[in-house]
């Protein structure tokens, strides 16, 4: 064989082998950016329901490949968050008024009712302060936690329940702290660092084993509902409808019903 011939047949095979480890190469890059490049959508969510929430996500992700990520505060606070940030794709706030706010400052889109919010009286485990009523949280020497009235859903909610039973300046004299959201509480109540709240009645059961709770009657109590709603800052609309409608499907129900919240039918 001549020189020019083994040279030639060198050179080809050189060619064709530096295609083949180019072709690797680029689909070790394709899948690298496919994996980094996965779906995902940004959640404001209510801390009092964070716990079905995580598991909606992981029932979701799972189902569709899309990743669910969360940033948890009270309403107040995760409104203001979307109004600063103009960005994300859903929200989870704690009652329907919470969501008419979100609407008129233009942040929301559609949205779906997911479950009952059940105020219910929270004491610690045992009850030692004796507490049976509302009207029990206006008595000399209760010490009260509340939510602050100024940014909690919780802490407003409270307020009007004792506005209808005309003890507001007897119980603001009880009020030993007022906090953010419903999980400080039921820190606060399992440490015995008060004598009562007023929580979600799914919050106080899912702590059933630090504290106890009292039911508020009905004609006495002011229930709320729980919606999710499409934010006008997302920039996938079609995969923040589809997480919407699955966390309102009879798929998600289950997992709501296991954190003792009652599903909107």
């Given amino acids: 064989m001549k020189i020019k011939e083994i040279l030639s047949s060198v050179l080809g095979f050189l060619l064709v082998s530096t295609m083949f480890i180019g072709c690797g190469q680029k689909a070790q890059t394709t899948t690298n950016q496919s994996n980094e490049e996965k779906e995902s959508l940004l959640v404001y969510c209510a801390a009092g329901v964070n716990k079905p929430m995580e598991e909606i996500a992981q029932s979701f992700e799972k189902k569709y490949g899309t990743k669910i990520e969360y940033t948890y505060a009270n309403s107040s606070d995760l409104i203001a968050q979307m109004e600063v940030s103009h960005k994300g794709d859903l929200c989870v706030l704690a009652s329907d008024e919470d969501y008419q706010t979100a609407n008129k400052k233009s942040l929301t889109s559609e949205k779906k009712d997911l479950v009952y919010h059940v105020p219910v009286i929270a004491v610690p485990k045992g009850n030692p302060a004796g507490i049976t009523s509302i009207k029990d949280f206006s008595k000399s020497g209760v010490k009260v936690i509340l939510g602050d009235p100024k940014t909690s859903p919780l802490g407003k909610l409270a307020s009007k329940l004792f506005e209808k039973a005309s003890i507001v300046e007897q119980v603001n004299k009880n009020v030993v702290s007022t906090v953010t959201t419903v999980n400080e509480i039921v820190t606060f109540l399992s440490m015995k660092k008060a004598d009562a709240s007023i929580i979600w009645e799914d919050n106080a059961l899912n702590a059933a084993k630090d504290i106890d709770l009292v039911q508020i ?36 129900k289950p997992i709501f019903v296991k954190y003792n919240l009652k599903p909107v039918k």
């Fill in 217 to 252: 009657p009905k004609e006495e109590n002011t229930i709320k509902v729980v919606p999710i709603s499409t934010l006008k800052s997302s920039k996938d609309a079609e995969l923040a409808k589809r997480f919407m409608d699955f966390t309102a499907s009879d798929e998600a």
